[in-house]
């Protein structure tokens, strides 16, 4: 038996989502919750989706009625993650949300002791613990494979506007505009993709940082960032000694991770975006063919639902959280110039 997947946002990603629900052995896509009829109308065609597994924002609440569907997976902006997960819980409904978790710590923990009170599990969309490149970038810096890493690099942005264009100016009130709106999005481009660079050095080097610092970038296009940074660099210490310098930006092009070991190195390039991921080590080429990253992503966390074993702790509440606690320090470290120590 499948479970039922209830997607709640129809935007870019819940498109590549519902793509790996197709590919998925163990889910399938059973609904959507949408603020728009029309999206509603063209999902519900093209997926063949029974009419009483539509919901709207509003009506939502309604889906504790609903036998035919098992998970609620929230594909919305940042700052709705929270009261969307709230509501699936207490609607008896497990919960996988998009990164970042939540656009606070606070907000991240409100998420954590809903689901708890529940009784339903709680997952974050963090799809690289099922990407096999990722896996073994895992593997060669948590056993050490070329000696203890040393010292990483992660960096994650793109190029988002063209100052050459008159045109390209934007309304940050413009709902499709929500990643420049510092309440919508939490942050700037370290929350959207510096998640990906934290989650890169956490997971080599299989520690959590014990310091940061942090400077943010220039701002070039003044129009677009009123309210999130448009770059952002960091430092992380771990308590191996190792350290890492990161950056992610919404001003130009980066995707790239590098390791420095005892023995060797380890990089990729592409690193951390969509892959494909490819790179090499100092003992050769890393080739690993790439797979349906989303249906990997489901297909494991379903399996943690259906055989009811509680969500490993690299992918559940509490390590969305970490992150988030993370980049709380990052931002704070950017703001004062000083370091920032995590308990
Ligand atoms: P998007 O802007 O394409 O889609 C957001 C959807 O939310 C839209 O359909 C929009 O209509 C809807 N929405 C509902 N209420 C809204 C409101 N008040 N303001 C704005 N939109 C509203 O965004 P996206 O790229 O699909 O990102 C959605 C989430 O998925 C984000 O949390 C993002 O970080 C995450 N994401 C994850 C990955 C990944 O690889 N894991 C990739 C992309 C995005």
Redesign the pocket.
Known sequence: PKLNVALC??????RMLAEGLQASQYCRLAGVVT??ADKAAAWQQQYQLPPQNIYNYNNFDGIAHNPNIDVVYI????F??KPFTIRAAQAGKHVIT???MATTAADCEAMIAACNKAGVQLAV?Y?MHFEPTQQEIMRLGQQKAFGPVRYLEAGLGYKTYNLADANDMVDIND??Q?RLHKT?AGGGPLM?LGVYCVQAARYVLGEEPVAVTAQFGPVHHAQRFTQVEESITWQMQFPGGAAANCTSSYGFNIDKLYASADDGYFELSPALS?GPFTGKTSAGILNIPPINQQASQLDAMAQYIINKQPMPAHINGSEGLRDIRIIEAIYKAAQTGGVVKLV
């Open positions: 946002g129809l935007g870019n990603y819940a603020g728009h594909v919305l902006p940042n709705l993650h998009e990164k970042p969309g799809r709902d499709t929500w919508k959207d969509h």
